[in-house]
């Protein structure tokens, strides 16, 4: 009973740093937002009060910043939850988007959609193929080696990694040096300041097709840790639960990455946390990898577009923390060995 | 509950034949040790009847139905498996641990309640060691954690608890402990399959022993009419002093070479 006031104890600490990482990033910009006018702004949508603030605030906190908090929040979101689902399918603390090599494919896939000048839509399902392909890939070599281990993945997703993103220079090498270059490599350094309506509206339908099903079979997820013979000794279908995770992390990953590029990182660093703060047990790590995730992003974000007069693509600060974490998840992944 | 194997065959990908014409009848109610040397086939055995390998030949019954017709939930009900090593990657507690073992049982979006939780405390109790339900598994000592994964096995309350080698890289005491459970659940009805590559354990803590030789079986029989016939000595290889000893409530067996 103890240990379950405890989960929820900490999922309410996670609640809460969410709404606080909303409301900071509300606040902060280049044009300031006090609280007490933030407060009275968001309240005036839902019970009529006298109209206290400048009218440019309003349409700041609305137009401006609501859409972006919501996309970084979606975007973290789905980027934690498909790193917590790599790590469990591959038994694999230092899985991600980032370390397969799927980060790579999914932007190798939207560059290429780019080039060809296809919209959204057609960006997310490129990223998707070509994500899903390097998953295909890493299985399709690990299984041809015997030595399972940490290490040995990473070089496979080295390898994998390198292969896309020699693609991906190909591409802009192709591409038109005037207008379709700049847009790739602005977009493969990750930001969230040009999206468009239609992209927020598809980018949170794809999240909530591919989060919910998984937030119902959060517990099923812990299942994924076990052997081969335990998970069918226990009546596990393993091979219908790994197609479902991986499905759903591939589909969140490039849904992310066609919305706002390469962010880095995330995968990685935000399931370690959380699982650092409340134990394993997927049916707390998958909720709570979420809400962590989406207030990373949220602050960075803030970050972003408030440390500069002009905006640092998130994609770099991301990479400021997740680099030097990977380092230290390789440290000790040396010292356990 | 009564398991049949017959004529059952195996070979990997390089056509190497694992499994030869293996034959053999397994109930509920006995303790079965599986003995043989390294590369016997003694794992590759135990993963055909989990059906995570399909035989090439022959077929495994249970009570009469074939293996391949029984679905993953149903197979649940007839074997637990308790891996030689158990490790998994992220530190689950003790009870988030045995409650895996409710999979099979719940449904495809509902997690284990309370009523599993109490099963599962209830189980850590049988074995004394309720204290752990809140530890870590990487920070359990070696025979902790065996009987924490026995609990689990108990908690998928299957008729047949499978264990590959669970007597490997424990303490002696732990050793002793480890077979001594096996051997009370096993007077509950429990049945019991179990490899080792200890003949003096095998010996003492099993109502019949089946030895594989190079895929064959060599000998499935009671350790008494084993060790009057000498098939210990021809499949080691060695001269070996066997001898019964009864410890006054039990018949053990010492094994030494000569």
Request: proline fraction near 3%; charge should be positive; hydrophobic fraction near 45%.
């Amino acid at each position: 009973m103890k240990k379950t006031d405890e989960r929820k104890g900490k999922m309410l600490i996670f609640i809460v740093l969410f709404i606080l990482s909303i409301l900071i990033s509300f606040q902060i910009g280049r044009y300031p937002v006090s609280p007490v006018e933030l407060v009275r702004i968001l309240i005036s949508r839902i019970i009529p009060i006298e109209e206290s603030w400048p009218s440019q605030a309003e349409t700041v906190v609305f137009n401006i910043r609501l859409p972006r908090i919501a996309l970084s929040s979606v975007i973290g979101a789905s980027l934690a939850l498909s790193g917590l689902l790599l790590q469990q399918v591959f038994r694999n603390p230092m899985a991600s988007q980032d370390v397969l090599g799927s980060a790579s494919a999914s932007a190798f896939g939207a560059s290429l959609a780019l080039l060809m000048g296809a919209n959204y839509m057609m960006v997310s399902l490129s990223s998707f193929l070509f994500g899903i392909l390097s998953l295909l890939l890493i299985i399709l070599i690990s299984s041809r080696i015997r030595k399972k281990d940490s290490f040995t993945l990473v070089l496979c997703g080295i390898m994998v990694s390198s292969l896309f993103t020699s693609a991906t220079s190909f591409v802009k090498l192709v591409a038109d040096t005037n207008e379709t270059l700049p847009a790739i490599t602005y977009f493969l350094m990750g930001s969230l300041s040009s999206f468009r309506t239609s992209d927020l509206i598809l980018v949170f339908t794809v999240t909530l097709v591919a989060s919910i099903p998984m937030i119902l079979i959060s517990w099923r997820i812990n299942l994924l840790s076990l052997s081969e013979e335990e998970a069918i000794s226990m009546g596990v279908n393993m091979t219908r639960l790994r197609f479902v995770s991986i499905t759903a992390s591939t589909l969140l990953t490039a849904s992310s990455v066609a919305a706002a590029g390469q962010i880095g990182w995330i995968g990685l660093v935000i399931p370690h946390f959380t699982r650092m703060i409340c134990g394993s047990n997927t049916k707390i790590t998958v909720p709570a990898s979420m809400l962590l995730g989406a207030s990373f992003l949220t602050l960075v974000d803030t970050l972003a577009r408030s440390l500069t007069t002009s905006e640092i693509p998130i994609g770099i600060l991301t990479s400021f923390v997740g680099a030097p974490f990977f380092l230290y998840l390789i440290r000790r992944e040396a010292n356990r060995t | 509950m009564i398991i049949n194997a017959l004529s059952l065959g195996f070979s990997y990908g390089n056509g190497k034949e694992v499994l030869k014409d293996v034959t053999f009848t397994l109930r509920s109610e006995s303790m079965t040790v599986l003995l043989g040397r390294n590369g016997a086939g003694k794992s590759t055995l135990f993963r055909l009847m989990l059906k995570s390998l399909m035989p090439k030949n022959g077929v495994i019954t249970v009570d009469g139905i074939s293996l391949d017709s029984i679905e993953n939930r149903n197979l649940a009900k007839v074997f637990s498996y308790i891996p030689q090593s158990s490790y998994m990657e992220f530190s689950y507690t003790v009870l988030d641990t045995i409650l895996m073992a409710s999979s099979s049982r719940l449904s495809l979006f509902s997690s284990p309640g309370k009523k599993e939780k109490e099963e599962a405390r209830a189980l850590l109790a049988l074995f004394n060691i309720e204290s752990l339900c809140d530890r870590t598994m990487e920070n359990l000592s070696g025979g902790e954690r065996q009987l924490v994964l026995i609990a689990r096995a108990m908690m998928q309350k299957a008729s047949f608890i499978i264990l590959d080698e669970p007597t490997s890289n424990l303490d002696y005491g732990n050793q002793l402990m480890v077979l001594e459970t096996l051997e009370r659940l096993n007077r509950e009805g429990i049945g019991i399959i179990y490899s080792t590559h200890n003949p003096e354990l095998a010996l003492s803590y099993a109502s019949s022993i089946l030895i594989l030789d190079k895929g064959m079986i060599s000998s499935y029989d009671s350790p008494e009419k084993l060790v009057e016939s000498g098939t210990l000595q021809k499949l080691y290889g060695k001269n070996l002093y066997i001898d019964k000893v009864f410890t006054g409530e039990n018949e053990r067996y010492v094994c030494i070479p000569k």
